[in-house]
T-cell receptor
Framework: NAGVTQTPKFQVLKTGQSMTLQCAQDMNHEYMSWYRQDPGMGLRLIHY???????DQGEVPNGYNVSRSTTEDFPLRLLSAAPSQTSVYFC??????????????FGPGTRLTVL | QKEVEQDPGPLSVPEGAIVSLNCTYSNSAFQYFMWYRQYSRKGPELLMYTYSSGNKEDGRFTAQVDKSSKYISLFIRDSQPSDSATYLC????????????FGPGTRLSVLP
């Protein structure tokens, strides 16, 4: 049971490049989400999904795209990278929608630098 | 004003000390309160959660919620070097599907 896995661990992009951050979970969780973590800002929700085929925007969705074709995978796409997207990105999953009783499990993170 | 405020630290204490970590919030609709621990270069992991006001104890950790003051605390007794991490508070209104709001985290160092 690998839990939540993320690839790559580190990435450097040039402004304007696009890329996809991969996230997978093997716990059969319905709910998956993407956060970014910046110094002094805490974790901020980018996009989330309550099941395959269903996605919605979080607090800071601009510049990012997601899709959920399977229960296991939830990739995050940066359409045209900007220096403001330099951050640490975390994927998380939980059994169902967010509630006190459904613990979110976080992946190890992807450190992205945009030059 | 941010919805959730937390002193970023860093906070350094000697081994064995009692540590007090705190968050304040502005949204009176929050009912569920959580503390996450995040080791360096790792993802956050859930440490404790509480509902509404009151205390909850789990081993060396005690979580306290005072909704009247919009103030939550995490106490760590007999702190250990392995407790050195960033501690994030998080809260939610509790409605199904409602998202969490995280504090920025407090970095704690417990010195041997």
């Amino acid at each position: 049971n690998a839990g939540v896995t993320q690839t790559p661990k580190f990435q450097v992009l040039k402004t304007g490049q696009s890329m996809t951050l991969q996230c997978a979970q093997d716990m059969n969780h319905e709910y998956m989400s993407w956060y970014r973590q910046d110094p002094g800002m805490g974790l901020r929700l980018i996009h989330y999904s309550v099941g395959a085929g269903i996605t919605d925007q979080g607090e800071v969705p601009n510049g990012y795209n997601v899709s959920r074709s399977t229960t296991e995978d939830f990739p995050l796409r940066l359409l045209s990278a900007a220096p403001s997207q330099t951050s640490v990105y975390f994927c998380a999953s939980s059994y169902t929608g967010l509630s006190l009783y459904n613990e979110q499990f976080f992946g190890p993170g992807t450190r992205l630098t945009v030059l | 004003q941010k919805e959730v405020e937390q002193d970023p630290g860093p906070l350094s204490v000697p081994e064995g000390a009692i540590v007090s970590l705190n968050c304040t919030y502005s949204n009176s609709a929050f009912q569920y309160f959580m503390w996450y621990r995040q080791y360096s270069r790792k993802g956050p992991e859930l440490l404790m959660y509480t509902y509404s006001s009151g205390n909850k104890e789990d081993g060396r950790f005690t979580a306290q919620v005072d909704k009247s003051s919009k103030y939550i605390s995490l106490f760590i007794r007999d702190s250990q070097p392995s407790d050195s991490a960033t501690y994030l508070c998080a809260m939610s209104g509790g409605n199904y599907g409602q998202n969490f709001v995280f504090g920025p985290g407090t970095r704690l160092s417990v010195l041997p």
